[in-house]
């Protein structure tokens, strides 16, 4: 082969790779697993080796490949066509590895994008050229010879051969000077690549903004509201939240809040035989720490410290070490003394505790940003309730009439049966209730036989409870009949509860409203029936009537058939 075909192989070959080696980045469509230091695989550049020694690996073989018919144009840049040929050079190795990546998955739309990727490198490559050529970007010979140094040709074994290099660049059967000016043009086009990369590349500081705005972690409290959970009730505005925080400042006072860095040493089980002489040396090794820490021997990044954060000094627990009365007595005491700062050495549980509040934070009303939800929320409530109790005010208003009721006022005199006592039995009683029952305790059926045998004393025992109760009623009509004359004569049921001089009677005076008020004696339907008859039945005296144990005499004093509920009288 000529030299002249030799170099003009080779400036083909230069030119079908060029993007291929071009650039530092290892291209988009082949593994990214190669080593940085091994450049993208491409066509070495053809050389004439020296005649003093043949070059292990020609770069162009002996025989010419068989001329190929002409690509065709898929797309033009300022003139330049870009061939299919082109494409295909790109898109086989990248398309090989989306095959072997995504297996049956790699189609339609997959494909697709795949396509445009490829045509995206090709349009970038020529863009670079077309811009480093505006820009008039010239390149150093250093910069030539990075770009050229990238072919695998002098790379055997994975390594940089410079003196292959160097042999390549100064023999004169190297078709070197014929490829120079297809190298100044990929250098330019790498030069403009680095700028481009290093004016679009954000700062570390940028990066770290970026970082934290996306994945620093934050506490927050947040409320899931599910549809029925929005209310339609009223909202209250800017104005009614300053004025409910100006009205309510107790719903709102934050507690003392201190911050603790302190040590924990840990004691053997409460069962374990050292475990008193084990807690006394490590009491004063914590009261030895504690005594460093007060004079700052001990830096606040020590591993051995542990930090509460802000926490309530009045808080029933601490955190990592739980509820302890003394330790949380020793911090509680920082609530109301300002010069509290040691806590300790104190026995919690299996350890002991020792340190000092480092921040505190006095009792204070916080300023209405801190607490704006809270005060929104209780300033919504409290708009609620007034809002609904305009809204009952302006129905109790505009239904008055509806709303009309009958009340009555009742004077009542009642007493337990229990506390009636039964008069003492007699002979007359006796015989008055044998006469009635005597046919029926002796079984006499004869209806000639009229004369009743006599009752002997030995019966009296026997029967005495049935006596008893026969003559039961007469007694509790007795003490009835008195509470109801004394009641009738008197003004004040006081007043004739002593004049009837019934022990146990009770007087009470009541204001019955008709679908309101309720009583535990007067009940429905009873109840509905002395309502519909109190306007006609004023002044007289009702009963008696016998409800729930209890016998009743009662006088409706006064009715009204018209009234009207006030309206915190109505549910």
């Known amino acids: 082969m000529s030299p002249r075909f030799r170099a003009g192989a080779a400036a083909l070959a230069l030119l079908t790779a060029a993007a291929t080696f071009a650039f530092a980045q290892t291209p988009f469509w082949q593994p990214q697993s190669q080593p940085p230091q091994q450049p993208a695989p491409s066509p070495p550049p053809a050389r004439r080796p020296p ?13 010419p490949a068989a001329p190929r018919a002409a690509s065709a144009v898929i797309a033009r840049i300022e003139g330049r066509p870009l061939t299919q040929s082109d494409f ?36 970038r490559r020529e863009l670079l050229r077309i811009e480093a050529t505006r820009e008039k970007i010239v390149p150093t010979a250093a910069d030539i010879d990075t770009v050229l140094s990238r072919d695998p040709y002098f790379w055997p074994g994975g390594r940089f051969d410079a003196a292959k290099f160097a042999e390549y660049k100064a023999s004169s059967q190297s078709n070197f000077p014929q490829m120079l000016p297809e190298l100044r043009e990929l250098a330019a086009m790498d030069l403009l690549d680095k700028r481009l990369r290093q004016r679009m590349t954000p700062s570390a500081a940028a990066v770290r903004a970026e970082w934290a705005k996306r994945n620093d972690q934050v506490k927050f409290h947040s409320f899931a509201v599910l549809q029925r959970d929005v209310s339609l009730d009223p909202e209250s505005t800017e104005p009614d939240w300053q004025a409910y925080y100006a009205a309510h400042p107790d719903q709102f006072r934050r507690r003392t809040r201190v911050r603790l860095r302190y040590v924990r040493l840990s004691l053997p089980p409460a069962t374990d035989t ?30 051995r410290l542990f930090d509460s954060g802000m926490i309530e000094a009045l808080a029933a627990n601490i955190p990592a070490v739980g509820f302890s009365p003394e330790l949380q007595s020793a911090i509680g005491r920082a609530d109301s003394v300002a010069s509290v700062r040691s806590i300790g050495p104190l026995t919690v549980g299996d350890a002991v505790i020792a340190g000092l509040i480092t921040e505190r934070e006095p009792a204070h009303l916080p300023p209405l940003r ?24 302006a129905y109790w208003h505009d239904h008055a009439a509806e709303l009309r009721t009958t009340r009555m006022t009742v004077s009542r005199l009642t007493i337990a049966d229990d506390a009636i006592p039964t008069r003492q039995v007699t002979s007359a009683d006796y015989a008055a209730w044998w006469a009635d029952n005597w046919r029926r305790l002796t079984a006499t059926t004869d209806p000639g036989r009229t004369t009743a045998p006599p009752f002997a004393d030995s019966l009296k025992a026997r029967y005495r409870a049935a006596v008893l109760h026969a003559i ?60 519909h008859e109190a306007p006609a039945r004023v002044g007289q005296v009702q009963g008696p009537e016998t409800i729930a144990n209890r016998h009743v005499v009662w006088r409706v004093d006064s009715a009204d058939s018209a009234f009207v509920p006030p309206l915190n009288k109505r549910a």
């Open 370 to 393: 801190e607490v704006l939800s809270e005060v929104r929320r209780q300033a919504d409530l409290e708009k609620r309730r007034t809002q609904g109790e305009a809204d009952r005010r």
């Open 51 to 63: 005649a003093s020694r043949t070059p292990s690996a020609p770069p162009v073989t002996a025989t």
């Open 472 to 531: 039961r009623p007469a007694s509790v009509d007795a003490a009835t009949a008195k509470l109801a004359a004394a009641l009738k004569s008197a003004k004040d049921p006081r007043a004739a509860v002593r004049a009837a001089g019934v022990a146990g009677a009770v007087a009470e005076t009541l204001t019955l409203v008709r679908g309101v008020t309720s009583d535990s004696l007067f009940v429905n339907p009873l109840v509905e029936t002395y309502y």
């Open 88 to 123: 295909d050079r790109v898109a086989l190795p990248y398309f090989a590895r989306m095959r072997a990546q995504f297996g049956k998955g790699f189609e339609g739309d997959i494909v697709k994008i795949a396509n445009h990727n490829v045509l995206d490198e090709l349009l």
């Open 274 to 303: 050292t475990r008193i002489a084990e807690e006394g040396r490590t009491t004063a090794q914590a009261r030895a720490l504690l005594d460093s820490l007060e004079k700052k021997q001990i830096p606040d990044t020590s591993s």
